[in-house]
């Protein structure tokens, strides 16, 4: 399955699924980050990290760890 690590700039993806567990994965929801959002990736970094993403109308930045535990349909 593909990972929000995975989206390229330009793309908006919907999140399928979260993974982790305990306090990373609640972190991951605090930033509004949950199951059937829609997440539009603005920029990445020149050295791949972090991503800048749209998410529920505010810019998030999302280290490339964090990014990898969210599942996306594209």
């Known amino acids: 399955m593909k990972t ?3 989206a390229r700039v330009g793309q908006t993806v919907t999140v399928a699924r979260l993974n982790g567990t305990g306090p990373v994965k609640r972190r991951i929801m605090d ?3 949950t199951k059937g959002v829609d997440i539009y990736v603005r920029k990445v970094a020149p050295l791949g990290d972090p991503m800048e993403l749209n998410v ?3 810019e998030l930045s999302v280290r490339k760890a ?7 349909n594209e």
């Open 31 to 33: 930033m509004g980050i």
């Open 56 to 58: 529920r109308g505010y």
């Open 66 to 72: 964090d990014a990898e535990m969210v599942e996306i």
């Open 4 to 6: 929000l690590k995975d």
